[in-house]
C-alpha cells in the first residue's frame, strides 16, 4: 500500500482475523477517494478497486497486467496466489481510504501517474481537480461523475502537508498585527436567523485576531448592545460612505455579504481597479427573495466562495449561477464551539436527573396553535413547558447556559445544531409541521431541509405529546451518535477554520466592460436597497405613531416606538410584510431595467 492509503483499524482488525480463519491466500477490497482536504470524500465507492491482503508463500504470483478475479485493479499489484482460496469483502466489511487528490503540488502528482503519457487526459484531470469546489460534483476523466461528501477527519491528517494551505488566509499566521474583516448583512434588528448568524461569526472572527466591521442599514439599540459586548474590535456601520469605512477598503482581509448588502462604496472601490479581498457571500434561505442571488452575475464575478445553509437551498439557487461555477459550499449554521464544550457538563446533570423529562422548552417565533396547547396536557406528565422567542414567556439570546436547563427541545432552524451540538434532544416541529425526534431514519432528509419542519404534514397537539414521551429515550443515544459524527460540519470553529486556513484563492477581477456593467448593476442596486430600506424605517413610523393614537397607549404613558418591540402589540406585522413585497417587486423591477440597458 501507499503512503496515502488507509484504513479503519477496526474494520482492518476484523478483515485480518477473517483471513486468518478462513485461511484466505489473496483478497480484494473496494476504496473511497478523498478530494483537496481529509473531509471530502467520494460519497459512493470509486470504480477502481485494490489487493488487499495476501499469504506470503511459494505459490504468490505477481504478474504485471495480469488476469485477477476483480476488474478495475490497478496492474502493478496484482498478486494472486496459485490455486488460493479467493475473497472479495464487501463495502460494509471494509474499504480503503484513498487521498488521491489531496497534494501540496497536485502537477507532480499527475506527472507521476500511470497515463502522464496521455496529454489530453492530464489536461482534463488537472482542470477538473484545480476548479473543483465542495459540494459541487467531481467530474474526473474516465470515471463516472461523483457527488463529494463532507466527512470527520478519521486518520488525523487535517493538518498534515497533504492539506495545501495559504498564508494569506490562515488567521493564525499573525498573532501580532489584527487583521479586517467586514461583515454586511441587511438589518440588525431582532434575535433571528441572520442576526445570529452575524453575531456569532463577529464573535469567532474577534477570537481569532480580527478586527470587524459590520455594515447594516438599520440596527436596534438592545442588538447594538450585545455585539458592543464583543469588544472594543467591533463597530457597526450604517452609513455606505462612512469615512472609516472606506478607509479600511485596501486592509481588508474578507468581505462576509448576507442579503447582497454591500456598501455601494465598495463596489466603486473595486471597479477602480482598487485590491479585492477574499469575498464570501451567505445564502440563509431558498424561498426568502432577499436571500436569493439578485445580482448574480456580480455575485459569480466577485464571490470566491458562495455558502448556502442547506443542500436544499444549494439545489435550488445553482441554476442562478454559470454552468461550470463552482465556488460553492454548505455552511450549515453551525455552533459556536461553547455548545460543543457544554456537552460534558450537561452529562452530568442529565446523569444525575435520569432519563426522565422534567422539562421542555419550544423556541419559536411562530409558535403554532397545537404547540400552545401542549403545555396543559404535559403537565399531567409532570412536565414543565417554556415557551422562549418574540411575544412569549422569554425573549433572550439562546445559550448553552440556557438549553441546559431542559431536557427536550421543541424547534426548528438553527437552535436544531446548537442542540445536536450539545446531544440535547431536540425535537423538530413548528409553524410548518415537523418531523419529530430525529432518528437514523429521518435525520438525512431532515438536514436537506434545513431541519425547517418542511415539507412534513402538521400534528394535533395529543400526537405531539405522546410523540415527545415516547421517543425521548431512544432519541437521547442517537443525538449522542449525532454530536460524534458531525462536528466537522455543525462546529463554527472547525467549519471557519477551514474555510480561512484552506486554500480557497482570491479571484482577481477582469475589468472587461461585461464585469463593469455588472458591477454597476450591483452598485446601484446596494445603494437603492440602503435608500428603501432607510425610507421604510421612517415610513414604519410614521404609520406607527398614527396607529398609536388610534389605539389605547401602554399602561405607562407614552408609548414606545423603538423598532420592533410595540409594533407586536398594534398587529404592525401585516404592514411589514406588504411594504417587504414592495422592496422585492421594486428591486426586481429595477434589476431587469439594468440588465436591459446593458444588453
Known amino acids: 500500500m501507499d503512503a496515502d492509503e488507509f484504513y479503519k483499524i477496526d474494520e482492518f482488525t476484523r478483515a485480518k482475523e477473517l483471513i486468518e480463519k478462513e485461511d484466505i491466500g489473496y483478497s480484494c477490497v473496494d476504496s473511497y477517494f478523498y478530494i483537496r482536504q481529509p473531509e471530502y470524500r467520494s460519497k459512493y465507492i470509486d470504480t477502481t478497486k485494490v489487493c488487499f491482503i495476501s499469504k506470503i508463500c511459494k505459490q504468490m504470483v505477481f504478474d504485471l497486467n495480469g488476469s485477477f478475479p476483480e476488474d478495475c485493479v490497478d496492474p502493478t499489484r496484482r498478486i494472486t496466489i496459485k490455486n488460493g482460496k479467493y475473497f472479495k469483502f464487501s463495502t460494509s466489511e471494509i474499504a480503503m481510504h484513498h487521498y488521491a487528490f489531496i497534494r501540496v503540488n497536485m502537477n507532480s502528482k499527475l506527472a507521476n501517474s500511470s497515463n502522464r503519457g496521455n496529454l489530453e487526459f492530464m489536461e482534463k484531470a488537472s482542470i477538473a481537480l484545480r476548479n473543483w469546489r465542495f459540494p459541487a460534483v467531481l467530474s474526473f476523466p474516465n470515471k463516472p ?27 493564525h499566521a499573525n ?8 461583515i454586511c448583512t441587511l438589518r440588525l434588528t431582532m434575535l433571528a436567523g441572520s442576526e445570529l448568524v452575524c453575531y456569532e461569526l463577529s464573535e469567532y472572527l474577534v477570537r481569532n485576531n480580527f478586527r470587524v466591521l459590520i455594515y447594516t442599514n438599520l440596527i436596534e439599540p ?10 472594543k474590535d467591533i463597530t457597526i456601520i450604517t452609513n455606505p460612505n462612512d469615512l472609516g469605512l472606506v478607509e479600511s477598503y485596501s486592509h481588508l482581509s474578507m468581505c462576509w455579504i448576507q442579503h447582497q448588502q454591500i456598501p455601494s462604496s465598495l463596489v466603486e472601490y473595486i471597479i477602480n481597479g482598487k485590491r479585492k479581498p477574499l469575498f464570501i457571500f451567505n445564502h440563509m434561505s431558498f424561498f426568502e427573495s432577499f436571500e436569493w442571488p439578485i445580482a448574480y452575475q456580480a455575485e459569480a464575478i466577485l464571490a470566491d466562495l458562495v455558502l448556502f445553509n442547506s443542500s436544499e437551498t444549494f439545489d435550488f439557487q445553482r441554476n442562478y449561477f454559470p454552468v461550470k461555477y463552482d465556488r ?36 419559536s417565533n411562530h409558535v403554532p396553535e397545537e404547540l400552545l396547547s401542549v403545555a396543559d396536557e404535559l403537565l399531567r406528565y409532570g412536565i414543565t413547558t417554556n415557551y422562549i422567542g418574540k411575544n ?13 436547563n431542559y431536557d427536550v427541545v421543541v424547534t426548528i432552524g438553527k437552535t436544531v445544531q446548537y442542540c445536536i451540538c450539545m446531544a440535547k434532544s431536540v425535537y423538530i416541529y413548528d409553524y410548518m409541521g415537523g418531523d419529530g425526534y430525529l432518528t437514523p431514519e429521518n435525520f438525512a432528509d431532515n438536514e436537506y431541509h434545513n431541519f425547517s419542519g418542511r415539507p412534513y404534514s402538521k400534528k394535533k397537539a395529543k400526537a405531539i405529546v405522546l410523540e415527545l414521551l415516547k421517543g425521548y429515550e431512544a432519541n437521547i443515544e442517537f443525538m449522542k451518535v449525532l454530536r ?95 411594504i417587504k413585497a414592495k422592496i422585492s417587486r421594486y428591486l426586481k423591477k429595477w434589476m431587469r431595467n439594468i440588465e436591459k440597458s446593458t444588453g
Open 392 to 404: 412569549r414567556q422569554l425573549n433572550v439570546l439562546i445559550t448553552p447556559e440556557l438549553l441546559m
Open 222 to 231: 438592545k442588538i447594538e448592545e450585545m455585539f458592543s459586548n464583543l469588544g
Open 328 to 363: 460553492f459550499m454548505l455552511f450549515q449554521n453551525p455552533a459556536p464551539k461553547r455548545y460543543y464544550d457544554a456537552y460534558d457538563q450537561y452529562e452530568v446533570v442529565r446523569i444525575d436527573s435520569g432519563i426522565k423529562i422534567r422539562n421542555i422548552a419550544i423556541i
Open 145 to 171: 461523475t461523483m457527488p463529494i461528501i463532507l466527512v470527520k477527519d478519521e486518520f488525523n491528517q487535517t493538518a498534515s502537508t497533504h492539506v495545501q494551505r495559504s498564508n494569506l488566509r490562515n488567521v
Open 484 to 578: 460524534r459524527d458531525h462536528e466537522i460540519k455543525f462546529n463554527l470553529d472547525h467549519v471557519m477554520d477551514r474555510i480561512l486556513n484552506s486554500d480557497v484563492k482570491i479571484i482577481e477581477v477582469d475589468m472587461s466592460i461585461e464585469t463593469r456593467f455588472s458591477l454597476l448593476a450591483l452598485q446601484g442596486y446596494s445603494q437603492n436597497l440602503h435608500n428603501t430600506v432607510v425610507w421604510i424605517e421612517s415610513d414604519y413610523n410614521s404609520k406607527l405613531k398614527e396607529l398609536v393614537k388610534k389605539k389605547t397607549a401602554p399602561p405607562n404613558g407614552t408609548p414606545s416606538i423603538d423598532f420592533p418591540v410595540y409594533a407586536r402589540r398594534l398587529d404592525i406585522v401585516k404592514i411589514m410584510k406588504k
Open 175 to 182: 498573532p501580532i498585527e489584527k487583521r479586517i474583516a467586514l
